[in-house]
């Protein structure tokens, strides 16, 4: 690690091999810390990654580097999008009317029917993956492309269970678990909102669900009316569009619905959600008191508005592995910046507008 003379630089270091990467932060002597002049072409010669933390000791300068790239099975991937890319589109054909029974035959026809659904919504989980994928691999973080979960539309109605990606090495501090954590809701919902604005401006209005309480859009789903939940944020898109009353929502605005309520629940502060690495990454260890707190509601809310929380208690769980605290990282003293504080507010921020409390009301 040290063959390229940054140690003399540094008041204090340490190095380590992490599975295929090799990380070195050290503690810049304050001589140096601009960088200098030495420094710079010191690490002009780095032939991995760097970045600078400021802290209240100094500026400390972490160096990371792959010793082995990883080969990945691109096919499993693409064979999962694709599968995806039918199971949703079967979804989306419920949705226009041109699959009239519960268990069509898929053909061609009804899948090309039903990609004004498919496509925005996996528009929406690509971008939110690809945004966890591009901060790690920026760290140098061992990490799987998207693997995309299919799932019939006649049990959850879109087709899908979402996206996830692996992983596959350490994350070593704060810094590195934010920007992780949190570009993923960032990419998702950036795509999200336009999906929900134009398929807002698509949809009509109709008087069909105006009889239910809390239901202010609706999809059909086999000529079946399915109502669907509201948030903030939701209520503010239909504003912006001018979009009053009762919606029937287009295929369109119901990917972005989806994409809104994908967005919420990746921000629940529990585990290795999103939201769990978000809220470890600001508060350190009291993240588990938060998540414990959050998981005492998902089960009361389970009772008084949606039965569905109940499932999301159980996953927090088993995502955790029968804890809702988030696993230990290399070096967690560092404190973020004040710039990714503020992010991090805004992100909290994100989740009250998102936040549903009854996704599908009964």
Sequence with gaps: MTEVGVTQYLTYWRS?????REILEGLVAREHDGPSYDLAQRLAEWDGYY???????????VLVREAV???????LHAALFLLVLITTSLGGAALTGASD??????????????????LPLLAI?????????????????????????????????IGTMGAFIRLRSVVFDRRTLFDIGVAGPLAGIVVAIPVLLVGLARSTTDAIASSVPLAHQYVLLWGQPLFLGDSLLLRAVRAVVGAHGVVHLSPMAFAGWV???????????LAQLDGGHISFALFGRAQTWIA????????????????????WAAIGLLIGRGTLAHPVIVSDARALDGRRRWLGWVMIALFV???MPMPIPV
């Design 16 to 20: 380590a091999v992490f599975g295929s």
């Design 51 to 61: 970045y600078w933390e400021n802290s209240r000791e100094g500026r400390w300068l």
């Design 69 to 75: 790239t990883p080969r990945e099975r691109w096919w």
């Design 101 to 118: 029974t519960f268990w069509s035959v898929p053909t061609p026809a009804l899948i090309r029917s039903g990609l004004p659904f498919a």
């Design 125 to 157: 989980l690509f971008a939110h993956e690809s945004g966890h994928y591009v901060a790690a691999r920026r760290y140098r973080v061992d990490a799987s492309p998207p693997y995309f979960i299919p799932f019939l539309p006649q049990f959850n109605a």
């Design 259 to 269: 994409g809104i309520l994908v967005t919420m629940l990746n921000l629940l502060p």
């Design 292 to 311: 414990r707190v959050f998981w005492v509601m998902l089960v009361i809310m389970g009772w008084l508005f949606w039965w569905g929380w109940w499932i």
């Design 353 to 355: 507008l998102t936040f």
